[in-house]
Protein backbone atom coordinates (compact mmCIF):
# COMPACT_ATOMS: atom_id res chain seq x y z
CA UNK A 1 0.00 0.00 0.00
CA UNK A 2 1.38 3.53 -0.91
CA UNK A 3 1.91 5.39 1.68
CA UNK A 4 0.51 9.08 0.83
CA UNK A 5 2.47 11.08 3.53
CA UNK A 6 5.64 9.28 2.60
CA UNK A 7 4.77 10.36 -1.22
CA UNK A 8 4.35 13.46 -0.44
CA UNK A 9 7.48 14.06 1.82
CA UNK A 10 9.45 13.04 -1.40
CA UNK A 11 7.49 15.43 -4.00
CA UNK A 12 8.39 18.56 -1.04
CA UNK A 13 12.37 17.41 -0.67
CA UNK A 14 12.02 17.60 -4.67
CA UNK A 15 10.95 21.06 -5.22
CA UNK A 16 13.06 22.27 -2.68
CA UNK A 17 16.15 20.12 -4.25
CA UNK A 18 15.17 22.00 -7.38
CA UNK A 19 15.63 25.61 -5.57
CA UNK A 20 18.79 24.57 -4.19
CA UNK A 21 19.95 23.54 -7.50
CA UNK A 22 18.94 27.15 -8.42
CA UNK A 23 20.37 29.19 -6.11
CA UNK A 24 23.92 27.52 -6.59
CA UNK A 25 24.03 28.03 -10.33
CA UNK A 26 22.83 32.04 -9.88
CA UNK A 27 24.45 32.78 -6.79
CA UNK A 28 25.94 35.75 -8.53
CA UNK A 29 22.36 36.78 -9.83
CA UNK A 30 20.05 38.71 -7.61
CA UNK A 31 17.74 36.01 -5.98
CA UNK A 32 14.08 36.84 -4.62
CA UNK A 33 11.52 35.08 -2.71
CA UNK A 34 8.83 34.95 -5.58
CA UNK A 35 11.15 33.69 -8.06
CA UNK A 36 12.51 31.13 -5.98
CA UNK A 37 8.53 29.75 -4.97
CA UNK A 38 8.22 29.62 -8.95
CA UNK A 39 11.16 27.08 -8.82
CA UNK A 40 9.36 24.92 -6.23
CA UNK A 41 5.94 25.18 -7.58
CA UNK A 42 4.58 26.85 -4.28
CA UNK A 43 2.99 30.03 -3.20
CA UNK A 44 5.18 32.23 -2.31
CA UNK A 45 3.13 32.87 1.29
CA UNK A 46 3.90 29.31 1.92
CA UNK A 47 6.86 28.51 0.37
CA UNK A 48 9.42 30.31 3.31
CA UNK A 49 7.95 28.46 5.67
CA UNK A 50 8.40 24.97 4.00
CA UNK A 51 11.83 26.18 3.22
CA UNK A 52 12.50 27.01 6.63
CA UNK A 53 11.09 23.57 8.21
CA UNK A 54 12.84 21.50 5.42
CA UNK A 55 16.49 23.11 5.56
CA UNK A 56 16.16 24.32 9.20
CA UNK A 57 17.10 27.73 8.66
CA UNK A 58 15.65 30.23 6.56
CA UNK A 59 15.45 31.10 3.16
CA UNK A 60 17.91 34.50 3.52
CA UNK A 61 19.85 32.60 5.89
CA UNK A 62 20.45 29.90 3.39
CA UNK A 63 21.25 32.40 0.58
CA UNK A 64 23.64 34.91 2.97
CA UNK A 65 25.38 31.63 4.27
CA UNK A 66 26.17 30.18 0.63
CA UNK A 67 27.62 33.43 -0.33
CA UNK A 68 30.02 34.49 2.41
CA UNK A 69 31.34 30.65 2.42
CA UNK A 70 32.06 30.47 -1.60
CA UNK A 71 33.52 33.91 -1.03
CA UNK A 72 35.44 32.77 2.03
CA UNK A 73 37.06 30.10 -0.26
CA UNK A 74 37.66 32.85 -3.19
CA UNK A 75 39.28 34.56 -0.32
CA UNK A 76 41.94 31.96 0.76
CA UNK A 77 42.91 31.44 -2.44
CA UNK A 78 45.39 33.08 -4.90
CA UNK A 79 43.61 35.28 -6.88
CA UNK A 80 44.32 38.84 -8.54
CA UNK A 81 40.64 40.11 -7.52
CA UNK A 82 39.48 42.64 -4.48
CA UNK A 83 37.52 41.70 -2.56
CA UNK A 84 34.62 43.95 -3.94
CA UNK A 85 34.97 41.86 -7.04
CA UNK A 86 34.44 38.95 -4.81
CA UNK A 87 31.55 39.82 -3.33
CA UNK A 88 30.28 41.29 -6.25
CA UNK A 89 30.84 37.59 -7.87
CA UNK A 90 29.07 35.76 -5.13
CA UNK A 91 25.78 37.85 -5.40
CA UNK A 92 26.35 40.69 -2.36
CA UNK A 93 25.13 44.33 -3.55
CA UNK A 94 28.50 46.01 -2.14
CA UNK A 95 31.57 45.63 0.10
CA UNK A 96 29.97 47.34 2.82
CA UNK A 97 26.66 44.44 2.99
CA UNK A 98 29.38 42.26 2.31
CA UNK A 99 31.69 42.85 5.36
CA UNK A 100 29.17 43.25 7.20
CA UNK A 101 27.46 39.29 6.47
CA UNK A 102 31.00 38.06 6.49
CA UNK A 103 32.15 39.68 10.04
CA UNK A 104 28.93 38.01 11.39
CA UNK A 105 29.73 34.37 10.50
CA UNK A 106 33.48 34.30 10.95
CA UNK A 107 34.14 36.79 13.48
CA UNK A 108 36.56 38.57 11.24
CA UNK A 109 36.88 41.10 8.07
CA UNK A 110 37.31 40.19 4.66
CA UNK A 111 40.81 41.24 4.72
CA UNK A 112 41.90 39.82 8.03
CA UNK A 113 40.78 36.96 6.32
CA UNK A 114 42.81 37.13 3.50
CA UNK A 115 45.70 38.32 5.60
CA UNK A 116 45.82 34.72 7.23
CA UNK A 117 42.36 34.74 9.16
CA UNK A 118 41.30 31.54 7.64
CA UNK A 119 44.41 29.95 8.77
CA UNK A 120 43.07 30.25 12.90
CA UNK A 121 39.41 29.95 11.93
CA UNK A 122 37.96 27.09 13.39
CA UNK A 123 33.85 26.23 12.54
CA UNK A 124 31.30 27.71 14.60
CA UNK A 125 33.20 30.36 14.45
CA UNK A 126 35.65 30.00 16.53
CA UNK A 127 39.33 30.76 15.73
CA UNK A 128 42.91 29.42 16.98
CA UNK A 129 45.26 31.40 17.66
CA UNK A 130 48.14 28.82 18.50
CA UNK A 131 48.26 28.10 14.96
CA UNK A 132 48.93 29.24 11.35
CA UNK A 133 47.91 25.73 9.22
CA UNK A 134 45.15 27.17 6.71
CA UNK A 135 42.25 25.78 5.43
CA UNK A 136 43.57 22.43 3.67
CA UNK A 137 46.93 22.98 3.97
CA UNK A 138 48.85 19.72 4.11
CA UNK A 139 51.83 20.62 1.53
CA UNK A 140 54.32 19.71 4.37
CA UNK A 141 53.24 16.25 4.44
CA UNK A 142 53.22 15.66 1.18
CA UNK A 143 56.33 15.17 -1.63
CA UNK A 144 55.69 16.83 -5.07
CA UNK A 145 56.93 15.81 -8.43
CA UNK A 146 55.84 17.07 -11.80
CA UNK A 147 56.46 15.47 -15.57
CA UNK A 148 55.17 16.56 -18.90
CA UNK A 149 53.88 13.49 -21.07
CA UNK A 150 52.80 14.15 -24.43
CA UNK A 151 54.61 15.44 -28.05
CA UNK A 152 51.95 17.38 -29.43
CA UNK A 153 49.19 17.77 -26.79
CA UNK A 154 51.53 18.84 -23.54
CA UNK A 155 49.32 16.59 -21.51
CA UNK A 156 50.34 17.65 -18.20
CA UNK A 157 50.62 14.54 -15.68
CA UNK A 158 51.84 14.93 -11.46
CA UNK A 159 52.38 12.75 -9.02
CA UNK A 160 51.73 13.52 -5.36
CA UNK A 161 53.04 11.14 -2.42
CA UNK A 162 52.25 12.22 1.31
CA UNK A 163 55.47 11.77 3.73
CA UNK A 164 53.14 10.44 6.74
CA UNK A 165 51.21 8.12 4.58
CA UNK A 166 53.74 5.95 2.18
CA UNK A 167 51.07 4.04 0.34
CA UNK A 168 49.13 7.53 -0.34
CA UNK A 169 49.66 8.12 -3.97
CA UNK A 170 47.92 9.53 -6.87
CA UNK A 171 48.43 10.40 -10.06
CA UNK A 172 46.78 14.09 -11.38
CA UNK A 173 46.35 15.02 -14.66
CA UNK A 174 44.52 18.20 -15.86
CA UNK A 175 41.93 17.87 -18.99
CA UNK A 176 38.90 18.97 -20.41
CA UNK A 177 35.50 17.25 -19.47
CA UNK A 178 31.91 17.19 -21.18
CA UNK A 179 29.42 18.08 -19.40
CA UNK A 180 27.36 15.24 -17.46
CA UNK A 181 23.63 14.74 -17.15
CA UNK A 182 23.07 12.87 -13.60
CA UNK A 183 20.16 11.65 -11.68
CA UNK A 184 21.23 12.52 -7.74
CA UNK A 185 19.79 11.63 -4.22
CA UNK A 186 20.95 14.43 -1.23
CA UNK A 187 21.92 14.23 1.86
CA UNK A 188 22.33 17.53 4.18
CA UNK A 189 24.11 16.36 7.57
CA UNK A 190 27.24 14.99 8.61
CA UNK A 191 28.94 12.45 6.10
CA UNK A 192 32.79 12.02 7.38
CA UNK A 193 33.84 8.74 7.98
CA UNK A 194 30.49 7.24 7.36
CA UNK A 195 30.48 4.49 4.64
CA UNK A 196 27.47 3.28 5.17
CA UNK A 197 25.41 6.67 4.22
CA UNK A 198 27.28 6.31 1.14
CA UNK A 199 26.32 2.62 0.54
CA UNK A 200 22.42 3.72 1.47
CA UNK A 201 22.44 6.68 -0.54
CA UNK A 202 23.80 4.82 -3.61
CA UNK A 203 21.27 1.58 -2.99
CA UNK A 204 18.16 4.20 -3.03
CA UNK A 205 19.66 5.57 -6.49
CA UNK A 206 19.81 2.15 -7.72
CA UNK A 207 16.65 0.82 -6.49
CA UNK A 208 14.87 3.97 -8.54
CA UNK A 209 17.71 3.85 -11.57
CA UNK A 210 17.22 -0.19 -12.42
CA UNK A 211 13.85 -0.44 -13.29
CA UNK A 212 13.96 2.26 -15.10
CA UNK A 213 16.81 0.69 -17.36
CA UNK A 214 19.23 3.85 -16.70
CA UNK A 215 22.04 1.58 -15.26
CA UNK A 216 24.64 0.30 -18.13
CA UNK A 217 28.24 -0.66 -18.89
CA UNK A 218 28.57 2.92 -19.27
CA UNK A 219 26.77 4.47 -16.09
CA UNK A 220 29.35 6.17 -14.38
CA UNK A 221 28.84 7.21 -10.14
CA UNK A 222 29.92 9.98 -8.55
CA UNK A 223 29.89 12.28 -5.21
CA UNK A 224 29.43 16.00 -5.29
CA UNK A 225 30.49 18.14 -2.62
CA UNK A 226 28.71 21.44 -2.36
CA UNK A 227 30.19 22.97 0.55
CA UNK A 228 33.59 22.95 1.78
CA UNK A 229 33.45 20.84 5.14
CA UNK A 230 36.15 23.14 6.99
CA UNK A 231 33.97 26.56 7.10
CA UNK A 232 30.37 24.85 6.78
CA UNK A 233 28.81 23.64 9.81
CA UNK A 234 28.47 19.50 9.95
CA UNK A 235 24.52 19.50 10.27
CA UNK A 236 24.13 21.69 6.99
CA UNK A 237 26.84 20.19 4.91
CA UNK A 238 25.28 19.28 1.34
CA UNK A 239 26.57 15.98 -0.78
CA UNK A 240 24.27 15.02 -4.17
CA UNK A 241 25.28 10.80 -4.82
CA UNK A 242 24.81 10.81 -8.55
CA UNK A 243 24.88 8.58 -11.50
CA UNK A 244 24.93 9.58 -15.32
CA UNK A 245 21.76 9.68 -17.15
CA UNK A 246 20.65 10.64 -20.72
CA UNK A 247 19.27 14.00 -21.00
CA UNK A 248 16.31 13.45 -21.42
CA UNK A 249 15.88 11.41 -17.87
CA UNK A 250 12.65 12.86 -15.94
CA UNK A 251 13.71 12.88 -12.13
CA UNK A 252 10.60 12.15 -9.34
CA UNK A 253 10.61 12.08 -5.60
CA UNK A 254 13.34 12.29 -3.82
CA UNK A 255 15.58 12.25 -7.10
CA UNK A 256 16.72 14.91 -8.92
CA UNK A 257 18.25 15.37 -11.66
CA UNK A 258 21.08 18.13 -12.84
CA UNK A 259 24.04 19.35 -15.20
CA UNK A 260 27.20 19.25 -14.01
CA UNK A 261 28.90 21.66 -15.87
CA UNK A 262 32.19 20.63 -18.43
CA UNK A 263 35.50 22.26 -18.76
CA UNK A 264 38.71 21.64 -17.26
CA UNK A 265 39.33 19.86 -14.21
CA UNK A 266 42.31 18.67 -12.06
CA UNK A 267 41.74 14.65 -11.59
CA UNK A 268 43.61 12.63 -9.05
CA UNK A 269 43.28 8.94 -9.50
CA UNK A 270 43.62 6.98 -5.84
CA UNK A 271 43.55 3.73 -4.70
CA UNK A 272 42.66 3.79 -0.79
CA UNK A 273 41.01 2.82 2.12
CA UNK A 274 37.95 3.97 3.14
CA UNK A 275 39.72 6.37 6.15
CA UNK A 276 42.09 7.73 3.90
CA UNK A 277 39.66 10.14 2.00
CA UNK A 278 40.21 13.38 3.95
CA UNK A 279 44.29 12.34 3.10
CA UNK A 280 43.26 12.26 -0.55
CA UNK A 281 41.73 15.87 -0.77
CA UNK A 282 44.27 16.96 1.62
CA UNK A 283 47.21 15.53 -1.01
CA UNK A 284 45.52 17.38 -3.40
CA UNK A 285 44.65 20.75 -1.93
CA UNK A 286 48.12 21.23 -0.03
CA UNK A 287 50.29 19.01 -2.09
CA UNK A 288 49.50 19.59 -5.43
CA UNK A 289 47.74 22.86 -5.89
CA UNK A 290 49.84 25.20 -4.84
CA UNK A 291 52.80 23.84 -6.64
CA UNK A 292 50.40 23.26 -9.98
CA UNK A 293 50.08 26.99 -11.43
CA UNK A 294 46.00 26.54 -11.28
CA UNK A 295 43.37 27.80 -8.72
CA UNK A 296 40.20 26.28 -8.29
CA UNK A 297 37.52 27.22 -10.38
CA UNK A 298 33.92 27.80 -9.66
CA UNK A 299 32.36 25.01 -10.31
CA UNK A 300 31.58 21.83 -8.31
CA UNK A 301 34.15 19.35 -6.85
CA UNK A 302 33.17 15.92 -6.95
CA UNK A 303 34.44 12.02 -6.54
CA UNK A 304 34.39 9.81 -9.95
CA UNK A 305 34.75 6.19 -8.74
CA UNK A 306 35.87 3.16 -10.89
CA UNK A 307 34.61 -0.36 -10.14
CA UNK A 308 33.48 -1.64 -6.61
CA UNK A 309 36.18 -2.14 -4.15
CA UNK A 310 34.85 -5.57 -3.14
CA UNK A 311 36.15 -5.87 -7.00
CA UNK A 312 39.66 -4.85 -5.72
CA UNK A 313 41.86 -7.45 -4.79
CA UNK A 314 43.10 -5.11 -1.70
CA UNK A 315 39.05 -4.01 -1.26
CA UNK A 316 40.48 -0.16 -1.71
CA UNK A 317 38.43 2.61 -3.30
CA UNK A 318 39.50 3.21 -6.86
CA UNK A 319 38.23 7.29 -6.90
CA UNK A 320 39.41 10.02 -9.19
CA UNK A 321 38.52 13.51 -6.98
CA UNK A 322 37.79 15.80 -10.09
CA UNK A 323 38.73 19.56 -8.89
CA UNK A 324 37.61 22.03 -11.49
CA UNK A 325 40.80 24.89 -12.35
CA UNK A 326 41.68 27.81 -14.16
CA UNK A 327 45.22 29.22 -14.44
CA UNK A 328 46.38 30.98 -11.76
Not at 38 to 49: C, D, E, L, M, T
Not at 115 to 130: A, E, L
Not at 157 to 174: D, F, G, N
Not at 217 to 240: A, E, Q, V
Amino acid sequence: MIDNKELLRKEYASRINRVLDFIESHLDETLTLDQLAGVANFSPFHFHRIFSSIQCETLNHFITRVRVEKAANLLAMPTAKSITEIALDCGFSGSAVFSRAFRDMFGMTPTAWRNGGCGRFRKNGQTDRKTDQPVRNTGKACEFTSMYIGNTTQTQKWRITMKQHASLEAKVEVKQLEPMTVAYVRHVGPYQGNEKLFEQLFEKLMKWAGPRELVGPDTRCLTIYHDNPDLTDDDKLRISCCITVPEQTVAEGEIGRMTIPGGRYAMAHFEIDPSQYGDAWNALYGGWLPESGYQPDDRPCFELYEGHHEEHPEGKHVVNICMPVKPL
